[in-house]
């Protein structure tokens, strides 16, 4: 009986007297990167074609593959000649990760705004139509958007070194 109680007070009397110890911590901090929506809707034109680099959505109509590239725009691929499918341009179109065509209409959202193009003429498409905020209440639930910051638009990666002191090396609270 007398082991087991010195037993125990040494145990307590051990785990009491820890050393601290003092190190760094390293660890990546994410910064979020917020944008106006009045910018991001100037941004959006017909540009010459680009590489896919992320695909997203995809979408044929008459003989034509629209591909959505996340969040960057929509690629408009000729593909009437299966063997050589040509890369006709893209819409830069910022946020975008959905589209859908009906009749000579692109539809495709843009962040918070639906946006409508006009694709009767294939190499030149121009936007015809915006409805502003058609998904606001999404991205106001998500906390993706503030009146005070704007629209989410991606994050910063900070890498961050901290210091720690005296922090108990304890084998059993570490």
């Known amino acids: 009986m007398r082991f087991i109680t ?3 007070l040494f145990s307590i009397f051990f785990y009491s007297c820890q050393d601290n110890c003092d190190y760094y911590s390293t660890y990546i901090k994410y910064n979020p990167i917020y944008s106006n929506m009045d910018e991001l809707r100037d941004s959006v034109k017909f540009t010459v074609n680009r590489e896919i680099n992320n695909p997203g ?3 044929y109509k008459d003989g034509y593959l629209f591909i ?5 725009g929509i690629h408009i691929i ?3 000649n299966l063997n050589n499918p040509i890369n006709i341009g893209f819409i830069n179109l910022p ?3 959905d589209i859908a065509t009906k009749n ?3 539809y495709a959202d843009s962040y918070m705004d639906l946006v409508i193009f006009d694709i009767s003429k294939i190499d030149s498409v121009k936007e015809v139509n915006r409805v502003k905020e058609a998904f606001k209440n999404y991205y106001l639930n998500q906390g993706l958007y503030s009146e005070e910051n704007g629209i989410l638009v991606g994050y910063d990666e900070e890498v961050v070194e901290e210091y720690i002191e005296n922090h108990n090396c304890g084998f059993i609270w570490d």
């Open 95 to 97: 946020g975008n990760n």
């Open 57 to 59: 959505k995809l979408n």
């Open 104 to 106: 000579d209409f692109l």
């Open 78 to 80: 000729d593909n009437r």
């Open 68 to 72: 959505s590239e996340t969040k960057k």
């Open 6 to 8: 010195y037993t125990i």
